[in-house]
């Protein structure tokens, strides 16, 4: 078996992962400027990931992880989490997945990574168990639903999967600017959770996932010190609002996240606003006292720290969690 880094350069490379993520996934083929844009112009570095190809050059799989920051405990841990993982049909069961990572653990060591996190789906859930990966469960889905006729049919709903988001061809600079605006007026001081571990996010990250790649219509919605992010798209063909994030200077009200609820409701009118997030988030309480029902989610989340003291740290702090972390982009 041999691997091979996967950097900016190597366009053929590229262009092969994306061509073999197509087929293994059953869908869409992203493109090179995507790629270009998601695995080497994040703020926080570009991706660790290697390629594996069997002796005589025939692809095997991928796994590649991005950057973030995670803050929490007084300390600021650089973390990767993974975009891609995949293995050809041909290389199952000759331990593709298993050396793909021993290889990533120490370039991580060696990039000064101090731990990992992960949404695996069901396929990938137990492979990561088996690399010493800590489930750490407690996913939650919230859903508040402005139709009385569509709240009677809630338990039906809620397990219902076919949101699809809207797609764009360009950049909204209406809502970029929203979203400066907010930064320009309460900088980087966002509230940080005290006793949870939370991604470090700054106005460049922010810009970068939100607003400088075509993918889908997201909103900012502003009011006081607080922006909502919102990814737009529709559930049985009714509009729904995905809240990405929610930003602050220091912890809404129930009145002030009912406000920004409003304000969304009124400009775009969805049927549906919903929020994945940790069991422990303490926005949680504060959306179900503005109408939102919570149920537990099927996500998987799981942790690895790369030394003993993140290790630690990682398995034991509760996490903040929202779907700007997990949400394919």
């Not at 995670?70 to 841990?77: D, L, R």
């Not at 030394?307 to 972390?325: G, R, V, Y």
Request: positive net charge.
């Amino acid at each position: 078996m041999k691997f091979v880094k996967i950097d900016s350069e190597n366009k053929e490379l590229q262009a092969l992962l994306l061509k073999k993520a197509a087929e293994i996934h059953h869908r869409k083929a992203d493109t090179l400027e995507w790629m270009q844009w998601k695995y080497f112009s994040s703020p926080f570095g570009p991706v660790i990931g290697f390629a594996a190809f069997s002796d005589d050059g025939n692809f095997w799989g991928e796994c590649t992880y991005g950057r973030m920051q995670i803050q929490g405990n007084n300390k600021i841990y650089h973390a990767a989490y993974s975009y891609q993982t995949m293995t050809d049909a041909s290389a199952r069961r000759k331990g593709v997945f298993k050396n793909l990572h021993h290889q990533l653990f120490e370039a991580m060591k060696e990039a000064g990574v101090d731990g990992i996190f992960n949404f695996p789906n069901n396929n990938s859930f137990q492979p990561f168990l088996s690399l010493g990966y800590k489930p750490l469960e407690g996913i939650m889905q919230g859903l508040k639903i402005n139709s009385l006729l569509l709240l009677k049919n809630f338990y039906r709903l809620r397990n219902q999967k076919n949101f699809s988001p809207d797609s764009v061809n360009q950049i909204n600079a209406k809502e970029k600017n929203k979203l400066i605006e907010f930064f320009d007026k309460h900088g980087d001081k966002l509230y940080v959770y005290p006793g949870f571990l939370s991604p470090r996010y700054t106005k460049e990250f922010l810009l970068w996932r939100f607003f400088s790649f075509p993918l889908f219509d997201y909103k900012v919605v502003l009011y006081k010190d607080i922006a909502l992010i919102a990814r737009m798209g529709r559930r049985f063909g009714l509009p729904e609002a995905q809240i990405m994030e929610i930003l602050f200077t220091q912890l809404p009200s129930v009145s002030d996240i009912k406000q920004v609820l409003n304000m969304l409701q009124k400009e775009l009118k969805p049927v549906f606003f919903s929020f994945t997030c940790s069991n422990q988030h303490p926005l949680k309480p504060i959306l179900a006292r503005s109408g939102m029902f919570f149920f537990k989610s099927k996500i998987h989340f799981c942790v690895y720290g790369l030394n003993d003291a993140t290790k630690i740290d990682f398995e034991s702090i509760p996490w903040i969690i929202s779907p700007a972390l997990f949400h394919r982009y």
